[in-house]
């Protein structure tokens, strides 16, 4: 499971989020024990080259994940590249790539306009403050 | 996000920058939240997304 996504926009403006930090919670379900993790770190997220580099540690490894949306598979599923270390550095890198669905989203300018999205509100959050929600309906 | 769509929920901040978002992994039955901070705007070089070969 990759983690994943970034970054946008007024309804015609777009904002590529370049380098951003990012925290990524992944709330453990009651019925899996198994998936859970909390990460950090930083993310690039770049509309005009279509990928998505997501930086982060967690448990004891160092990870690095690249995606790339310009290539996908016939099911939609967008090329994966994880260079992983663990557990510490002294350890040899190891490199996976796949198909993935991917977690982190590549948003594009137009995201607003094609997924049909509505202003919910604006929202107190928890970790941003006030911030205005919009509701849409994602097709990576 | 996962399936062919599904709801996600973005936050943007005062000057339409998206700061966040919510969705939930039907697959797994597990929220996912996901927030940006020190958020910067500008270009990023074609090198960061310089991966190597998988082996």
Sequence with gaps: MQLAAAFLVCSTCVISHEKPHYLHLIMIPPRSSSFSHISSGYLYHSTSHSRVRVDATYSASIVSSLLDYTDRSADNLVRNTLYTIEPSVSAAPKIWTGFVKPAWALFEEDILVKSNAVFSGVVNDKWSGAVASVSLSFRS | ?55
Aim: proline content about 4%; overall charge negative; charged content about 20%.
């Design chain 2, 1 to 55: 996000m996962y399936e062919s769509a599904g709801p996600v929920t973005v936050y943007l901040d005062a000057s339409g920058i998206v700061v966040g978002y919510d969705f939930y992994d039907v697959t797994t039955r597990t929220g996912i939240v996901t927030r940006f901070f020190n958020i910067e705007l500008g270009e990023i070089g074609k090198e960061v997304f310089d991966f190597p070969e998988a082996y």
